[in-house]
């Protein structure tokens, strides 16, 4: 009995004429676990075999009817008859037929009348390597099939003979019909390409003198020209005394793997925008350079370039022109290394490494500099090459960048220390100002750790409100009365306790964080004009600071006037401040967004006037309503004597372009009878008030509120008298 998981008994079957004969083998075979049939005739078992083809068939020759050759020959015609075993019965005196009867197919034969034992032991064994063949020839089919997927053939090479003996699907490979296929190494040899041929005729050359193996890549011309990349193994193999006699081995078709190996190998070390090292790739590079210098008298710098607010203009402009942008730059960067810097005498002829690190920064390692100062050079030179406007789809953006710099040795003894401390040296130029750059020194990471915890805890304080505003006074000149407010920003620390705008409002502008502060900052003045409003007291003008980044942004009118309108303000009771420096950055651009704000109803003051270099043409184009002379200049008069030809300038440029002038910073009373003096319009400084919170403005605006209810009363007795 056989249980369903293990594999049927083999079936034999008996092709005998004599019924006596059949049952005897029958149960000698039967005794050796085989499943039996029987067949009376050569047809009666091909009929059978035509069904079900047995594991062993055990033939008489002699029979009546279709005899057992013919038998024999006709069961290997049968669908899986090839391969069977057919064992032959035949009489000792009927020995010559044994020859024509492995003609026809006979595997075996044996004489009957023949003893069960041998019969059995025949048939055991017949089946046994019937077995072996069969597992051969299916693993020699899974071979095949295997080395079809993996593209994958063999050869032989007769060394002796200079005879190649090449498997089909390695003529497949090389592109030759397999009957075509020639069989020497000069004909192998010509195939390769012309290129890559020499090495290849080496490489066989050697494994042969050497006994030893050879393995490479080359690449293969086919008879249409198709370019394929193989990758060819080959072993020799030596005689008994010792000498190489042939050499076999495998031609593998990796043209397709190659072509993956290098796409990934790209993905993982090359920015796909610009083409350039990634970091990955730079540290390498930057370590293998390090290893080279060691110890010799090489100076170098790794310099790390920041292109400022990329994702800003990455937002504004589209990532498409983004892009654009990025290569210009890397272009001009380029351009800069491989030109060489003038005055640096570089002692290489090599052009330095240069490696997109991220979005908007950028790497390059010079190794071969004359002196230390060297660097600083290049420094320039990297900026001013960046400073020209670039072009992009017709528009013109104006780049800024810093550069931070670190010295191979001094700054760093292996590649990730020196490339950390170049990027540390770049965020402390971010925060000198633009166009800037700055040397490695250990004690930045002190300031810059220190710089790390503000921008964090200036994220929370958007999150958490911890900013208030406090509102300085403008002042008429001449009435001495309370015309508008100036509402300036801090921050109350849970720790630090109150912070300047001036130590937070520059990290903010880098991290973008700004926009969402200057938004606090007009929603917060609306809702205090509101309340003001419904206090009873007059529209009281107030002023904003706006930051250039603010200002820049996409339809800021409409969204500063939406902030407002949602507070129930009202935008015509709301100066807009905006730096000298800001409005003269892209001026054309400029007046049109202007334009905007002005429409809106928004009142508009230049600020810190003087400070920057306004082009007059401009000023008189922009509709600007008010001009504020910088603190600086009003400083200034308290340190000479009280006189300033600069503000007395300041002062008429304002009044001929019919500006309200207010200046900033009065502190005596000396500086503002010479303001006064000169004609400026108001004034705002601690000589009149410190800026305060909203709570303490109580009384200015109750005393505002009494004047003009007087003033109200005095119009109306006028009236009353005339
Ligand atoms: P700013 O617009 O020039 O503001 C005037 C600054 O001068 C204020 O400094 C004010 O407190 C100070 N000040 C006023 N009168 C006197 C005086 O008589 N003597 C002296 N020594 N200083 C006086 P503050 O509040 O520290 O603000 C500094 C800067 O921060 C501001 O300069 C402005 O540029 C910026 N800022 C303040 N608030 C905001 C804001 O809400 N948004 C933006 N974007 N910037 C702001
Ligand atoms: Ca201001
Ligand atoms: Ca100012």
Redo the contacts with the bound molecule.
């Keep these: 009995m056989t249980s369903p998981d293990q594999p049927p008994l083999p079936l034999a079957l008996i092709v005998d004429d004599d019924p006596t004969l059949r049952a005897l083998s029958r149960m000698c075979l039967e005794q050796e676990d085989l499943r039996v049939e029987e067949a009376s005739s050569g047809q009666a078992a091909i009929d059978f075999a035509a069904v079900m083809m047995p594991d062993i068939i055990i033939l008489d020759l002699q029979m009546p009817g279709m005899d057992g050759f013919v038998a024999c020959q006709q069961l290997r015609q049968l669908p899986h008859g090839e391969f069977v075993p057919i064992l032959i019965m035949t009489g000792l005196d009927d020995i010559d037929s044994i020859a024509q009867a492995y003609e026809v197919g006979a595997t075996d034969f044996i004489v009957k009348p023949c003893p069960g034992l041998i019969l059995s032991q025949r048939v055991r064994y017949m089946l046994r390597a019937s077995e072996m063949l069969n597992a051969l020839r299916s693993s020699e089919s899974r071979l095949a099939q295997a080395q079809r997927i993996a593209q994958l053939g063999g050869w032989e090479w007769d060394l002796v003979k200079d005879r190649m003996h090449v498997s089909d699907a390695a003529c497949r490979i090389l592109g030759i019909a397999p009957a075509l296929c020639d069989h020497s190494q000069a004909s192998y040899l010509a195939r390769v390409h012309e290129a890559d041929r020499a090495l290849v005729a080496e490489a066989m050359r050697v494994a042969v003198a050497d006994g030893t193996e050879f393995d490479l890549d080359h690449r293969l011309v086919q008879n249409d020209g198709t370019e394929r990349i193989v990758h060819v193994l080959g072993e020799t193999i030596m005689d008994d005394t010792g000498q190489a006699e042939c050499m076999v081995g495998t031609v593998q078709d990796v043209t397709d793997m190659r072509a993956t190996e290098a796409k990934i190998y790209f993905l993982a070390n090359y920015d796909s925008v610009t083409h350039l090292p990634n970091r990955s790739l730079f540290l390498h590079r930057v370590a293998q350079a390090m290893t080279c210098g060691a110890g010799s008298h090489v100076i170098g710098a790794l310099l790390v370039v920041g292109l400022d607010r990329y994702h800003r203009l990455r937002d504004m402009h589209g990532s498409r022109k983004a892009e654009q942008l990025i290569k210009d730059v890397v272009e001009r960067l380029q351009h800069t290394l491989s030109a060489g810097v003038t005055h640096v005498q570089s002692t290489s002829a090599e052009t330095p490494v240069l490696a997109r690190l991220s979005d908007d920064q950028f790497a390059m390692l010079y190794t071969h500099l004359s002196t230390p100062e060297d660097s600083a050079k290049v420094a320039h030179t990297l900026m001013s090459a960046l400073g020209t406007p670039f072009v992009v789809d017709g528009t013109s953006v104006t780049l800024s960048a810093h550069i931070g710099l670190a010295i191979p040795g001094a700054d760093g003894a292996d590649a990730d220390v020196l490339l950390r401390n170049a990027v540390t040296a770049l965020q402390a130029a971010t925060t000198t100002g633009q166009n800037s750059y700055r040397y490695y020194s250990s004690a930045m990471n002190t300031s810059l750790a220190a710089r790390i915890s503000l921008e964090q805890d200036l994220r929370s304080a958007i999150a958490e409100n911890q900013f208030v ?2 509102y ?1 006074p403008q002042v008429d000149i001449l009435s001495e009365k309370v015309i508008g407010f ?5 921050w109350q620390h849970p720790t630090r306790g109150l912070i ?3 130590e937070f ?1 520059p990290v ?2 880098e991290e973008d964080l ?1 926009i969402q ?2 938004e606090w ?1 007009i929603t917060s003045v609306a809702q205090q004009q509101r309340m003001w409003h419904k206090g009873g007291f007059a529209p009281t003008a107030v ?5 250039g980044l ?1 200002f820049r942004q996409r339809h800021i009118a409409g969204h500063i006037k939406a902030l407002v309108y949602e507070q129930g303000g009202n935008p015509q009771d709301i100066e807009l ?1 905006l ?1 000298e420096s800001v409005l003269m950055t892209d001026a054309s651009t400029t007046i049109a967004t202007l334009r905007e704000l002005k429409e809106s109803g928004f009142r508009l003051a230049i ?2 006037f003087g400070t920057g270099y306004s082009s007059l043409a401009y000023l008189q184009r922009f509709p600007l309503d008010t001009l ?1 002379i ?2 600086a200049f ?2 200034d008069l308290k340190l000479g004597t009280v006189d300033s030809p600069i503000i007395r300038a300041i002062i008429g440029m304002g009044r001929a372009l019919k500006l309200h002038v207010v200046a ?4 005596t009373r000396d500086e503002l009878a010479f303001l006064r003096m000169q004609g400026c319009a108001a004034y ?4 009149f008030s ?2 305060v919170p909203a709570n303490q403005l109580q009384h200015l605006l109750r005393d505002r509120r009494s004047e003009e209810a007087s003033m109200a009363a005095e119009r109306f007795r006028n009236r009353l008298a005339s």
């Design positions: 505003l406090h300085q100036e509402a300036l920003i801090r300047s705008p001036a409002i903010a502008e700004i502060m200057s900052v002023s904003i600071n706006l930051s603010h401040e730096t600020d810190d504020k910088d603190r009003v400083k900033e910073g009065v502190e705002q400084g601690y000589l410190k800026p």
